[in-house]
């Protein structure tokens, strides 16, 4: 059998074992593995799996078992792995299947650390499912008194019929990342469930360093799978009409001649682009005007000067949250994490750098109420911009918190910091209790990026959170390379990332909230072309960025899974013109988009090496 | 039990390369746990376990990709994939849409797998398959992300694939040079080959032209049970169960696999003496337990008068050409690049006025040379 393309292939697979007799295969399938280098596979990797070449006959022996085993148990056993286990991060194939292998086959001996007690827990638990459920409600402040009617039970009793009350979607966190310290070198020896957590976060090679977990930026062929690299551009027109694609034409020449100083075009074209808009309906109408607007600022020199009235932006927040669901989905998937991450811990502590309104931390408080064991000791430090009426916005956010907290029987703690960025923060200001006593969960919803354009500022906020010792760091953020140095760049980049956005606000049904969340997105558009420098705060980047300066800064994620992926596009479902958002899993984050293009991304992070040690 | 299960593992093993049966196991392992004994199916599992990749405006090894909404009632995607040309190595994006400018450009219009049930255009199998596509064949590549079963049973994905095609028909940016038309092939595997056939049906009578169908282990069936059924059956990843699953999860409910949707030369099947139907490309695997249906298929088409070419790939499982790892997936490719470059020169006739052609110029050639000194 001849092999002729092995030019095609940069690691030829000796592949084919037809006519290898049976008594050396497992031979040849050793061979096979040795020949390779230890990276990944690379033809795997374009499909969307990490699997090192050295693991492959593992994994395939894993799937073999897995496979008997299905086999074996009941029709029960394997559905429950469908609707009641939570999966994560199922590129990770060896580490996917380890974990189904574990929850069907619990270990059976007793081990003396008390380890295979906490996975047979772990298996137990998912038999009992209503009582155990932890739930998490989409709440805003109008519905608290609704929902505080249901009795706990009532709402138990919703979650095991699978078409959910959606306004009460029960959250699993069978699979709860176990959070006391695992000394780092124990490996095979440690229990199943240490193990899964351990193979999630480092590689298998030597002891784990900031580089292991986040090893050098992947080979071009594993870099082209989904991962969003800082040079992928995803692309949805939504709109090809003829005038739609000459406004467009219009405002990428007129950008140009900015981006060349030749203001005498510029100027033309943004008059002409004014006379295409008009012409033009929807979405594009409106994306353009506000795209027009920030040129001709630009071009005029008019920079917009005053930031905005705080209760004006105040309310434009607050349209934008009830018109489309990013910021719900922001907040739901944050808190399902926060949720897991807080499990067990009897006074928690969260810190927020997004406050605003506050409207993320209701349904998480019900959520934390309704756990078993009762709820924790809730304490809230938020933080804000000051407001230009004097008025003490935080403090009246805090009050209303307070009261919700009473009702719901959750000893609640609260306070508010104002502040001009972020970067003015010291942890020493936060009155930080010891992490045996306080579990710490940082949030931050759109509020990091704000950051970058001063120097300094963002490796200042990270040493900061590293002070706060948090079990967990939220992050949601655009997805969008609006950040880079050249403006021709950015306005493409940017052009495209609205045109998509205000194309799904196009479905809502209150032409108010409409209009309102335009005005907001307008103010961002407007900071990325028309501001330069540190007044360019809306430096948005992409998750490939974020995560390499997390992990730069000495963070290493925690990965979101099955249960709030589930509950997120459930979520979207309720939003009208729902069909064209969607939900994706991308290594351990969760991606929100809008026909196929992902728009926000939500992930969650941990210290890469606590250095206190819970005594135990 | 555990015994005969192992016996099928290790056959299953011994034919193909192992990353591509990790491959296969895995979709298998995943189906297993998405398809309910109710007929439902957990979408939100399906979602979550499929890897994704989004569309890419610049160019990856030659070809960029994007995304259009084909049909907002019904959230119709495509994902377009085009060849980076030499003189615009990264595209504009404000120009994505620009015309074609070869004589002939084929245009793949491609429907992925998954039984009607699984996987989407941006799964991450189907978009490295069609980038794949666009560089052995100079093609522009549409592919369909057509509604899928249970929740969306027949017609919706044939209808999805007519609309497909009726859009791509009409897009000026498509039309190859040479004579103004937008040379148009359907393409799929599995489910993917069932609907081109169908849709390719649907376009007899509407006077657009399909030029070929490139059928990869169509998904077709009946309610007999055949030879290769019975013999193959739970051998190489596939069972009959799951194939009865997905034929009742995507047939109008009550009905059975004779349905002509399933079995379109069975007993409720259309005759297609005499109509104008596409010349056909079937590759067929010989290790896929529904091949007898599939070649009952080729001679239904050859019954019929009309032109179609079989390529039996004896020890092919399915899902052989999701890796470039293995003879079956370059005999294929070479195939199919043969198949969609054909349709360039028609005839032999042609042909002869071309090599006349080129020895004339050739000759005036020496001649000026002589001629000059």
């Not at chain 2, 040309?85 to 074609?100: D, F, G, R, S, Y």
């Not at chain 2, 050859?302 to 003879?327: C, D, H, R, W």
Request: glycine share 6%; hydrophobic share 40%; proline share 6%.
């Amino acid at each position: 059998m001849k092999r002729d393309h092995n030019h095609l292939q940069p690691n030829p697979d000796p592949s084919s074992l037809r006519g290898a007799p049976s008594t050396g295969k497992a031979k040849v399938w050793d061979e096979e593995s040795a020949q390779q280098d230890c990276g990944m596979d690379e033809l795997l990797a374009v499909l969307g799996y990490k699997v090192k070449t050295s693991d492959m006959a593992e994994v395939a022996r894993k799937l073999e078992q897995l496979e008997e085993v299905m086999c074996n148990v009941q029709d029960d056993g394997i559905s429950h792995l469908a609707s009641e286990t939570v999966h994560y991060n199922p590129s990770d194939l060896s580490t996917w299947l380890e974990s189904m292998l574990s929850e069907l086959n619990p270990p059976s001996t007793f081990d003396p650390f008390g380890a295979a007690g906490t996975a047979a827990a772990a298996l137990d638990d998912s038999f009992l499912v209503p009582a155990e459920s932890s739930t998490l409600t989409t709440l805003d402040f109008d519905n608290i008194n609704r929902k505080h009617q249901k009795s706990g039970q009532q709402i138990f009793e919703e979650a095991s019929c699978s078409d959910y009350d959606l306004k009460a979607i029960p959250g699993k966190a069978i699979y709860s990342q176990k959070t006391q310290p695992q000394t780092h070198d124990s490996s095979s020896s440690s229990t199943p469930t240490n193990v899964k957590s351990e193979k999630r976060f480092k590689s298998t090679s030597g002891p784990p360093s900031p580089s292991d977990i986040f090893p050098p930026p992947p080979p071009p062929a594993a870099a082209s799978y989904g991962i969003p690299t800082a040079s992928t551009r995803p692309v949805v027109l939504v709109d090809s009409q003829e005038n739609g694609i000459r406004l467009v034409h219009a405002l990428m020449a007129c950008a140009e001649a900015v981006q060349q100083n030749n203001l005498n075009l510029a100027e033309a074209l943004v008059k002409q682009i004014g006379f295409l808009a008009i012409s033009q309906a929807g979405a594009m109408r409106k994306v353009a005007t506000y795209f027009a607007e920030a040129l001709a600022r630009r071009i005029y020199r008019f920079y917009p000067q005053n930031p905005l009235d705080h209760s004006f932006s105040d309310v434009l927040h607050m349209h934008f949250y009830e018109t489309c669901p990013y910021l719900k989905f922001a907040h739901f998937t944050a808190n399902q994490a926060i949720l897991e991450a807080f499990e067990g811990k009897k006074r928690v502590h969260v810190i927020d750098f997004s406050m605003n309104q506050g409207m993320q931390w209701p349904a998480l408080m019900q959520a934390l109420a309704l756990r078993v064991g009762g709820p924790p000791a809730f304490r809230l430090t938020g933080f804000g911009p000051p407001s230009h009426d004097n008025s003490d916005h935080l403090q009246e956010v805090g009050c209303k918190l307070a009261q919700f907290a009473k009702k719901i029987h959750v000893e609640f703690e609260y306070r508010g910091f104002v502040a001009n960025s972020l970067a003015d923060l010291d942890a020493s200001m936060l009155d930080l209790r010891p992490s045996e006593v306080e579990a710490v969960a940082v949030n931050s919803v759109f509020e990091l990026h704000k950051l970058l354009a001063r120097p300094g500022a963002i490796d200042k906020v990270f040493s900061v959170v590293k002070q706060m010792k948090p079990e967990l760091v939220t992050i949601v953020e655009q997805e969008a390379n609006h950040n880079g140095p050249v403006f021709l760049d950015r306005f493409t980049e940017s052009l495209h990332f609205y045109s998509t956005l205000f194309d799904s606000l196009e479905g809502s049904v209150s032409s108010q909230d409409k209009v309102m969340s335009e005005v907001y997105l307008g103010k961002q558009i407007c900071n990325v072309v028309a501001c330069e420098g540190v007044d360019r705060i809306e430096g948005h980047e992409s998750l490939t960025q974020w995560r390499n300066r997390l992990s730069t800064a000495g963070f290493s994620p925690v990965h979101l899974g099955s249960n709030a992926f589930k509950q997120a596009s459930m979520l979207l479902a309720l939003f009208a013109g729902g069909d064209g958002y969607g939900v994706e899993e991308n290594n351990g984050c969760l991606m929100l988009g809008w026909h196929n293009r992902p728009l926000i991304i939500t992930s969650a992070w941990k210290l890469t090496n606590k250095t206190t040690a819970i005594s135990q | 039990m555990a015994r005969r299960n192992e016996v099928k593992l290790n056959e299953c093993k011994m034919a193909v390369s192992l990353s591509t049966w990790v491959l296969i196991s895995n979709f298998k392992l995943a189906y297993n746990l998405l398809r309910r004994p109710d007929g439902t199916f957990n979408r939100h599992l399906a979602e979550f376990l499929d890897r994704k990749v989004p569309a890419n405006a610049n160019p990856v090894d030659g070809v960029f990709s994007f995304d259009v909404l084909i049909d907002r009632g019904t959230s119709l995607l495509s994902r377009i994939y085009r060849p980076a040309t030499a003189e615009e190595p990264q595209p504009n994006i404000a120009e994505l849409e620009k015309p074609v400018t070869a004589e002939v450009v084929p245009v793949i219009i491609f429907f992925h797998g998954g039984s009607f049930a699984h996987s989407s255009a941006n799964s991450a199998t189907y978009d490295t398959l069609c980038r794949r596509l666009v560089s052995l064949c100079k093609a522009v590549v549409v592919s369909v992300n057509y509604r899928r079963a249970p929740e969306n049973r027949y017609p919706c994905a044939y209808d999805d694939g007519w609309t497909a095609l009726k859009w791509v028909n009409s897009r000026p940016w498509l039309q190859s040079q040479k004579d103004s038309k937008v040379h148009i092939y359907l393409a799929g595997d599995s489910s993917g080959g069932n609907i081109a056939h169908h849709v390719a049906l649907r376009a007899i009578e509407s006077g657009i032209d399909v030029l070929g169908n490139i059928l990869l282990n169509p998904m077709f069936g009946g309610q007999e049970r055949t030879e290769s059924e019975k013999r193959l059956d739970g051998k190489y990843c596939v069972t009959l169960r799951d194939r009865d699953w997905y034929w009742r999860a995507y047939l109008p409910e009550g009905e059975d696999r004779d349905h002509p949707a399933c079995n379109p030369f069975g007993p409720n099947g259309r005759s297609l003496e005499g109509i104008k139907f596409p010349k056909s490309l079937v590759v067929v695997a010989g290790l896929d337990l529904i091949q007898d249906w599939q070649l009952a298929y080729v001679e239904g088409l050859k019954k019929a008068g009309q032109e179609v070419k079989l390529l039996y790939m004896e020890q092919a499982t399915i899902g052989f050409f999701l890796l470039p790892n293995s003879n079956h997936f370059h005999t294929v490719t070479d195939e199919i690049t043969k198949f969609v470059s054909s349709d360039c020169i028609k005839t032999i006739g042609e042909r002869i006025m071309q090599c006349i052609g080129a020895l004339l110029c050739v000759d005036y050639v020496c001649l000026f040379k002589c001629f000059l000194g």
